[in-house]
């Protein structure tokens, strides 16, 4: 069974441009959520999506949004970025059920410069 | 605020020896808790979880202890092998919520 993908692996942009991360689930999986990791923060939760609804949103500003489709693949978009938004930015999937284990993917590293 | 923190930020053993990595948690209505071990350029990568109305749970080499009592939660991995070095995290949800709340991870260093 093929893991969680994120795609695309690495990005460089510049402050002021946006972003658009992919994640395409584990098969099955109809719930995604996705997380920001920085060396001071650690691991943050941004927002889980299930059945192309946001069920869940963390505490992050509005730049920060996403989206789920049909197929259960999902997007992430930050938009005017800043030189704080550089992280690893993971997507993790789960069945629908609560108490199910989250499954990461392997991240997309965005550098703002 | 509720958090879930780690009592060590690194923790180095032999090669061979059993290895114990705990964690805090301050939210009492926290219901599910994972661990999971994170590699230098990978993603987090589940372990074992456990629910709140079990006190242990074993694994492959691996055991999940649980306190709630004194919220407290612990890894235990025998016979640790170089292979086990990485970071590892603990992570809680409560039960009103889908998102995980991470703690600040454990730096696991296993020597030969």
């Known amino acids: 069974k093929a893991g969680v993908t994120q795609t695309p692996r690495y990005l460089i942009k510049t402050r002021g441009q946006q972003v658009t991360l992919s994640c395409s689930p584990i098969?099955?999986?109809?719930?995604v959520s996705w997380y920001q990791q920085t060396p001071g923060q650690g691991l943050q939760f941004l927002f889980e999506y299930f059945s192309e609804t946001q069920r869940n949103k963390g505490n992050f500003p509005g730049r920060f949004s996403g989206r789920q489709f049909s197929n259960s693949r999902s997007e992430m978009n930050v938009s005017t970025l800043e030189l704080g938004d550089s992280a690893l930015y993971l997507c993790a999937s789960s069945y629908q059920d609560r108490n199910q284990p989250q499954h990461f993917g392997d991240g997309t590293r965005l550098s703002i410069l | 605020g509720e958090s879930v923190g780690l009592h060590l930020p690194t923790l180095s053993v032999q090669e061979g020896d059993n290895s114990i990595i705990n964690c805090a948690y301050s939210?009492?209505?926290?219901?599910?808790f994972i661990w999971y071990k994170q590699e230098s350029g990978k993603g987090p990568q589940f372990i074992i979880d456990i629910r709140s109305n079990m006190d242990k749970r074993q694994g492959q080499r691996v055991t999940v202890l649980l306190n709630k009592t004194v919220k407290h939660l612990s890894l235990q991995i025998a016979a640790t092998q170089p292979g086990d070095s990485a970071v590892y995290f603990c992570a809680e949800t409560p039960f009103s919520g889908y998102a995980l709340n991470f703690g600040k991870g454990t730096s696991l260093l296993v020597t030969p």
């Open positions: 939210n009492s209505a926290s219901d599910y």
């Open positions: 098969s099955g999986h109809r719930s």
